[in-house]
């Protein structure tokens, strides 16, 4: 069977990994290193741990004779020092900062975690060598590891402040409304989904709507506020074209007496049969507790 080497080194990328600078020492005693997301703890007891040099390494033939070896796991922020190593045909140490902590290995400074390996076995395996090192040494920091996957690189810190300012998962939700009724769960909330970092919550929303076949528009944004417990919570107002299924039918006057057990909710769940009444509707920005209503006027 012929596979298409590009379409399989794409396939492996799903897997998230993070990412490495494996150093050694040429017998001459210069130092040598490549990125690598190779890497894989093994075994606790005895210590072990594997990368796979290459055979396209202009360090190969050091790696796969080396008695001893380093690897430096990334830390967030170190994309430049990846790319040095992935890349740079320069002295590559000249252009970063290591230290060689033991052994004479260099690890590279402000590393998430760092091991230096007495050379166990080097198992040849295709185009690679498993190279298996028994740890010597090892440290640690606490910073969060650099990540890579099939869009490049990416940092769990990054992703998470990202998401919102008190560090939590933003959550968009959906007020479904068709003839003075609205669409809730099955615990009366409204239609909520997690948005994934770096997604637009508009877009989410949609998919989410799509994928539940339910045929509506979200149309405008109804309230955005922080709540300390679940994060950034972003709720739209929408037209059902449609009657969804799985949904359960409220009238919205009715929505007053609905005692959810989600404060906020139940606040802005009150609030819109309010203004539904007059067809006058706010905007709501704040947090679960307080905040301002910003008229939008009639719809
Ligand atoms: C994120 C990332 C992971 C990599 N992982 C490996 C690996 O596990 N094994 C490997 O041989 N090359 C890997 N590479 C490619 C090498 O880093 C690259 O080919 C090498 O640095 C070239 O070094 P050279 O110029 O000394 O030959 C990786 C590259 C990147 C950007």
Redesign the pocket.
């Known amino acids: 069977m012929n596979l298409d080497p590009n379409a399989l080194r794409s396939a492996f990328s799903r897997f998230m ?1 993070g ?2 600078v ?1 150093t050694t020492r040429t017998p001459e005693g210069e130092e ?8 894989t703890s093994v075994s606790l007891n005895p210590p072990l741990l594997l ?10 033939d050091v790696f796969c004779r080396a008695k001893i070896f380093g690897v430096s796991v990334l830390a967030e922020g170190q994309e430049d020092v ?2 040095l ?5 320069e002295d ?1 140490f000249a252009q970063c900062k290591w230290s060689a902590p033991h052994g004479g290995i260099p690890l590279i400074t402000g590393r998430a975690a760092g091991f230096v390996c007495d050379r166990h076995a080097a198992v040849p395996m295709g185009d ?1 060598v498993i190279l298996i090192g028994q740890v010597v040494h090892f440290d640690q920091a606490d910073r969060p590891g650099l990540g ?1 996957g099939p869009d490049g ?1 990416f940092s769990q810190g990054k992703e998470r402040q990202a998401q919102a300012p008190g560090g939590g998962p933003i959550t968009a939700g959906i007020l479904l409304e068709q003839d003075g009724d609205i669409y809730l769960e099955a615990d009366m909330a409204p239609p909520l989904i997690e948005v994934a970092p770096g997604q637009s919550p508009l877009n989410a929303m949609q998919e989410a709507l799509q994928a539940q076949q339910i045929e509506a528009t979200p149309d405008v944004v109804y309230a955005v506020y922080d709540d300390a417990g679940l994060g950034r919570r972003i709720v739209f107002r929408g037209t059902v074209t449609a009657t969804p299924n799985g949904l359960q039918r409220v009238a919205i006057a009715d929505l007053p007496g609905l005692a959810l057990r989600d404060a906020a909710l139940q606040s802005l769940l009150t609030r819109f049969a309010q203004e539904h009444a007059t067809q006058s509707f706010g905007f709501y920005l704040g947090d679960q507790d307080s905040g301002d209503v910003m008229s939008m006027g009639e719809r």
Request: glycine share 6%; proline share 3%; net charge positive.
């Open positions: 990994t990412v490495t494996v040598v290193g490549f990125t690598a997301n190779s890497f990368v796979c040099p290459g055979n396209h390494l202009s360090s190969f990846s790319n190593f992935a890349a740079s045909k590559r690679h890579y690189y």
